[in-house]
């Protein structure tokens, strides 16, 4: 509805003849003139028409003067106070509204503006009071959308959910093409957890009125939760280049974009949500971000929001806070931080419910930490839980073997290996300890069944070669080898074997080329450890302004390896803090050039 047709439906009265002049709406305002009352009554008259134009400046300019022309007649305040309401200056149009209820209290429609109001000002109890007593009324009167949508918000937020319903599928019935009405319904329909339903109402409203931002957002949202991110992206993507800084459509966004591995750009969104959320306090919210930041490939940024979320234990339910704990220790195992992890850990067990997840967590926490006494406690705790999980008899295994105990580590990991027959590791460990002890035939059974279930292991395949070439296979090692260089084309030693192999064939030739190309990956790998090196000691000189030191530092980094952009750009801040400007911008332009393209 265009904005001049809705203000003049929410003024709710033929302001030209409401009695403007009637002696009784001025009792005890002797003093009043006439012809201040026509100037009042002229004042709202242009009002109405500068709403009409769509003139909504002048119209509260003309309002505002017939209020204080006429301050005791509750038409002139009624109308203020619905401009100021359509214009969203909600703190006005209470003032406003709330006067016009007090000089006219039975006025219906302006009890149901000030509910309007007190609904966006997030005052529901009040606002039902008013939504109430204007329903009460003999006349029956009917509610239009956006009233029956400010009823709806009041009923659902005092818990009465089914009311609400009914208030919304009412309003529907009489404006079936409202998408508002639709996204409302469906936000209610899914708040009561059906999301199916709800989905349909979100798509009709979007069907209807496709910039409706809300129902786009909501569409995605229940499309995501129901396990159909590809789906999900299109509407939520509209919705975050329509609320660019909302929190909410960039964290939807990102785990769409995660659920879907496209993790970078479901990290750009989800680092966007990052820089939103410092006003967010919903612990749900806060902890879908920190799960979304975990899943995409950030566990470090994770952690300071998974700490928000888990600081009032009372917001969770005990089950909920335990696995947000769960999670929350995870990430600081991921980040290499195990001695952070552990307690987390022990305050989820002490809360509860223990399970086998846990327990394995735990345990690889304290694997991390390099105590297998409490690692292999854990592990052994989880599985008296779940004595059929492959998972935590392949890490029972490996906190054995890591203690050399190979006579209790073996069978664990043929137990892993039987109860899950999918997972590779158990046979890739099981292939190592079997080349180590020099049974290659069943190292090689073990390896091959590990590069069967996971082609891409370089490793594997490269472990593989060597078996089969002690072994007396120089065929099946070529083979295997040439796997794996095809994974680790890097890898110098790959090709050192291949030389070996090709020299024990006669190939010279072949086995020279090899050899040239393991020493020049062998000088590339050195190189590039003593660029990492000089890079990071030229970093922490110049962060205690020794810039002469860091100037040799960096100038080492950039002859090691001189595509390093941050190198380049360290020096430059060497030479401006030295006064070197030419140097400076030089260094600068070089930075640029290498992080414009970085592969050249």
């Known amino acids: 509805m265009p904005l001049q047709r809705r203000l003049l439906k929410t003024i709710g009265i033929n302001l030209l003849t409401a009695g403007l002049l009637c002696p009784s709406l001025f009792r005890g305002r002797a003093q009043q003139t006439s012809a201040t009352l026509d100037q009042a009554k002229s004042a709202m008259a242009a009002g109405i028409d500068a709403a009409q134009k769509g003139d909504i400046s002048s119209a509260q300019a003309n309002f505002a003067r017939a209020v204080t022309l006429a301050p005791q007649v509750s038409v002139t305040h009624a109308a203020l106070g619905s ?10 149009a209470e003032k406003e509204l709330d006067t016009a209820h007090s000089l006219a209290p039975s006025d219906i429609s302006i009890d149901l503006n000030l509910a309007r109001t007190e609904v966006a000002l997030a005052h529901n109890s009040a606002a039902l009071v008013l939504f109430h007593q204007a329903l009460a009324d003999p006349s029956k009167p009917q509610l239009s959308p956006t009233e029956s949508l400010a009823y709806a918000t009041a009923l659902s937020t005092a818990g009465d959910l089914t009311t609400a319903q009914s208030v919304l599928t009412a309003a529907l019935t009489l404006t079936p093409d409202s998408a508002p009405l639709h996204d409302a319904l469906g936000a209610l329909i899914a708040q009561k957890g059906d999301l199916s339903a709800a989905l349909q109402h979100f798509k009709q409203a979007v069907t ?3 910039t409706l931002t809300s129902a786009q ?11 159909d991110p590809a ?59 920190a799960l979304a930041l975990q899943a995409s490939g950030d566990p470090a940024n994770s952690i300071p929001i998974f700490a928000r979320a888990t600081q009032s234990p009372a917001a969770w339910k005990p089950a909920d806070y335990t696995s947000a704990l769960t999670n929350y220790a995870l990430a600081h195992v991921q980040t290499g931080d195990a001695k952070g992890a552990l307690p987390l850990y022990a305050q989820a067990l002490s809360i509860g419910p223990d399970g086998p997840t846990l327990r394995e967590d735990y345990g690889v926490a304290y694997l ?26 392949y890490d029972l295994g490996l906190a054995l073997k890591l203690k050399d105990n190979l006579a209790a580590a073996i069978p664990e990991f043929e137990r892993s290996a039987q109860l899950d027959p999918s997972l590779p590791d158990p046979a890739y460990t099981l ?34 070669g060597s078996v089969l070439r002690d072994s007396g296979n120089p065929t099946g090692a070529m083979d295997a080898l040439k796997h794996a260089l095809t994974l680790q084309p890097d890898q110098p030693n790959l090709h050192v074997e291949i030389a070996a192999l090709e020299s024990q064939a ?35 000189l110049l962060a205690q302004d020794k810039l002469d030191d860091a100037l040799v530092q960096l100038n080492t980094a950039v ?9 380049h750009e360290l020096l430059a801040q060497v030479y401006a803090r030295q006064g070197k400007a030419a140097d400076a911008a030089l260094e600068r332009n070089r930075a640029e050039a290498l992080t414009s393209s970085p592969t050249k």
């Not at 190939?507 to 080329?513: D, G, H, I, V």
């Open 506 to 540: 006669g190939e010279k030739e072949e086995a020279a080329a090899e050899r040239k190309i393991a020493a020049d990956l062998s000088r590339a790998v050195v190189s590039r450890q003593r660029a990492s090196f000089a890079l990071k000691s030229g970093r922490a």
């Open 208 to 210: 209807i009125d496709p």
């Open 431 to 464: 292939g190592v300890i079997y080349m180590q002890q020099g049974r290659f035939a069943d190292s090689a059974t073990q390896l091959q069944h590990a590069v069967a279930l996971q082609p891409t292991n370089g490793d594997a395949w490269a472990l593989l």
């Open 368 to 393: 991390q930490q390099q105590d297998l006494d409490h690692a292999i406690q854990q592990f052994q705790a989880g599985l008296s839980l779940d004595a059929g999980n492959a998972h935590l008899h």
């Open 83 to 92: 401009i100021y309401l359509e214009e969203g200056q909600l703190n006005l």
């Open 231 to 289: 789906s999900a992206i299109a509407p939520l993507q509209l919705a975050v280049t329509a609320t660019p800084n909302s929190f909410d459509s960039h964290l939807q966004l990102g785990r769409a974009l995660s659920a879907l591995g496209r993790d970078s750009e479901a990290l750009e969104q989800l680092h966007r949500a990052v820089s939103l959320n410092a006003a967010v306090t919903n612990v749900q919210s806060l902890y879908a971000l």
């Open 559 to 567: 002859q090691a390896e001189p595509k390093s952009a941050e190198a």
């Open 217 to 227: 957002y909501h569409l995605g949202t229940a499309l995501l939760t129901l396990n």
